[in-house]
């Protein structure tokens, strides 16, 4: 695979943690396609990148992490999901939802959730709702008041590594305004039978089932800093890049592969295609970069950039498991071909909120709105 130089640097002190989840990730994907079939989570993995030391880095300097930068993050995340997106998908949850947590709890509480992190204890991202689409933040279930707090009782979706999480970052509407909290996994929280997805399968992203649960004052979030980007947006895109530079590892090895005493690699419908597509990675990943730079730089335009940086990505990871299927014929149609479950994967981000139409919306509307 070429490399791509990039205006976009790993902090030198940080590098260490790029070369530790690259020596990790060749490991993990030894298991993607087993892991696929069974839809199993790759809780092993999971926990060989908390055991490293990684997850706890990301946490603040005052909660004893090293405060990582986005520009890491990012790379992170694109290096696990070129060779095992369900991995990458379900640490960027959880390390999102730590990391919200311990940003916006209060201080006993985000102190708590911080050494819960350091000693290997798995959070999850519990915000979808049956009726709530794209609008995963405005929860559309009250609260009910209790002595302490309030209780919940209804249900969300698509909560990637639920089943291993010890911790939640839920919402819930609250007095009719939105509400986010710290949340215990215990008896009150089940798991009704998984109905599994198409890709990204071995996510295990499932419903939960709330029947009471304690949402106490003492954990509930205030709102983030005003310079606070949140890693799952920042990530997001990335996990669409690596799936695309998996899809165009997977399009390389088959194109190079003597077909009837021809190359495919030397036709030139094969080499146009594939020039177009690797421009668009290239091009889908230095906004990816730049929206983790303004994010570094703590610049309130990282979270639009990261809608765009999104939208893009995901498309372009599409076209690229598309190109690969197309190259690779009816043996990328093979269960046991990488191609078929890299087309699937590559379908997951787009669906994922903010949808690619919600956020062709979302920025058209800027787009327009800044140039009328």
């Known amino acids: 695979m070429l490399t791509r130089p990039s205006p976009v640097a790993i902090p030198a002190d940080e590098q260490h943690w790029i070369d530790t989840v690259t020596t990790l990730a060749t490991r993990f994907a030894e298991t993607a396609a087993d892991d696929d079939i069974a839809a199993r989570l790759p809780i092993e993995h999971l926990r060989a990148l908390s055991d490293s030391g990684l997850d706890a880095a990301f946490l603040p300097r005052e909660h004893g992490g090293e405060a990582l930068s986005y520009a890491t993050l990012g790379q992170v995340v694109r290096i696990l999901a070129r060779s095992h997106p369900a991995v990458a998908t379900v640490w960027l949850m959880h390390i999102g939802a730590a990391h919200a ?3 916006t709890a209060p201080p006993e509480a985000a102190a708590h959730f911080a050494a819960e992190l350091r000693a290997g204890r798995r959070f999850s991202n519990a915000l979808s709702e049956p009726a709530g689409g794209n609008h995963f933040l405005a929860s559309q279930q009250d609260a009910t008041p209790t002595a302490d707090g309030w209780s919940l009782t209804g249900r969300k979706l698509f909560v990637s590594g639920s089943e291993a999480a010890d911790h939640l970052f839920l919402n819930a509407r609250v007095d009719g305004a ?3 909290f710290g949340v215990s996994v215990d008896d009150t929280v089940s798991f009704p039978p998984i109905d599994e997805t198409m890709g990204m399968r071995a996510t295990r992203s499932r419903t939960i089932v709330f029947e009471g649960t304690a949402l106490t004052a003492a954990r509930r979030c205030g709102p983030p800093p005003a310079t606070y980007a949140n890693l799952i947006t920042v990530g997001f895109a990335f996990i669409s890049l690596g ?3 998996a ?9 190079h592969r003597a077909k009837g005493g021809a190359v495919l690699a030397d036709q030139q419908w094969v080499k146009q295609e594939t020039a177009m597509v690797w ?3 290239t091009a889908a990943m230095l906004m990816a970069e730049r929206t983790a730079w303004l994010a570094d730089a703590e610049d309130p335009q990282a979270m639009p950039a990261a809608t765009e940086t999104k939208m893009l990505a995901n498309e372009v990871a599409k ?26 994967d590559a379908q997951a981000g787009a669906l994922m909120a903010y949808s690619v139409p919600f956020s062709q919306e979302l920025v058209g509307a800027a787009v327009l709105d800044a140039m009328g």
């Open 178 to 180: 939105p509400g986010f």
């Open 101 to 103: 947590l311990v940003t």
């Open 319 to 344: 076209a690229a498991a598309a190109l690969a299927l197309r190259v690779g014929g009816g043996g990328a149609f093979l269960v046991r071909s990488p191609i078929q479950r890299i087309v699937r």
């Open 279 to 281: 421009a668009q990675v």
């Open 243 to 245: 799936i695309a530079e």
């Open 247 to 255: 899809a165009l590892d997977a399009l390389a090895t088959t194109a």
